[in-house]
């Protein structure tokens, strides 16, 4: 079969060291490829090096490479869910640009997403090459929480690497919502899809862009927005609370009743409780304040991006 138009969605930020030979292995990839048409889309997250420049020079050289440049540095999911909007064809590929996810595996995907008649073919995380230990810990236990506490399944160890095809990329655009949580909102979708084992390799050059403050706002959209037990949270603190505080009463009623304690002595207890329901209630109400938070963000109704300029594209 050889009707199968594919884009490849790469995000780019700061990736100047890298984008050349990004470039040369996906091309050769997609040439290599049974395919009835093949794009490129970068899209340039408001980089401040010279990546932008490099993109530009692809674009001329190739029709097929398509560059969407936004005003500013807005994320790695907004960067993606630009390139889902404005991809053009049959199934896309979703690729970092420093090639920690191997695009030889794009043959592997089509050859699967053929064969199964699938929606989607999504990459699953056997070993992470080349990442701190730091990284690999709290991605080992991002993915088990989140699994845990989501309303719906979603796949362990498993990245925006992945293949979907126009039913998917239709049903992924009408979806209202500002903050995408990428990975989770296409399985939240269904339809079939199945996985690809891998080896995540490491970064061709350059430092990953995903330092420790864009890790958790990625963590806490994925967990605001995929699950409700976060506010469940403080209703079972309160019955833990009401439980001990029973236990408390029965102790110093029974206890002053028979004479069993002194009364006035107890600032330590009183102190212990003070804490305690002080933590309680402040990690409540944080929890409560970051929907209120979400909310806020969704109530705005902000575009996810702005765009600049686009090259190669038709309009
Ligand atoms: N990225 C982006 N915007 C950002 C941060 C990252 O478009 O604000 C891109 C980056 O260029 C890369 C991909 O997202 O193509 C994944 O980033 P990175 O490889 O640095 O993350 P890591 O693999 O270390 O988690
Ligand atoms: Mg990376």
Known sequence: MTDLKISVIVPCFNEEEVIQRAYSRIKKV????????????FIDDGSSDRTLDHLRAIAVRDKNAKVIS????????????????YCTGDVAVIIDADMQDPPEL????????????????YAVRMKRKGESAFKKLTALAFYRIINFLSDCPIPLDTGDFRLIDRTVIDEFNKLPEKNKFIRGLISWIGFKQVPLYYIREERLAGETKYPLRKMLKFATTGLLYFSKKP???????????????????????????ANLIETVPGWASLLVAVIFFGGVQLLTIGVLGEYIGSIFDEIKARPEFIIGQKLNFDD
Do not use: P, W
């Not at 997609?30 to 889309?41: A, H, M, W």
């Not at 936004?70 to 909007?85: E, L, T």
């Not at 469940?232 to 029974?254: D, E, H, M, R, T």
């Open 70 to 85: 936004f005003s500013r540095n807005f994320g790695h999911q907004q960067a993606v869910s630009a390139g889902i909007r």
């Open 30 to 41: 997609l040439d290599d490829s049974d395919n009835n048409g093949q794009e490129i889309i």
């Open 106 to 121: 794009i043959l592997e995907m089509t050859r699967i997403y053929r064969n199964e008649s699938c929606n989607g073919v």
């Open 231 to 257: 506010l469940k949270l403080a209703i079972s603190l309160g019955f833990f609370n009401i439980l001990i505080g029973a236990f408390l009463i029965l102790y110093a009623v029974v206890g002053k009743l």
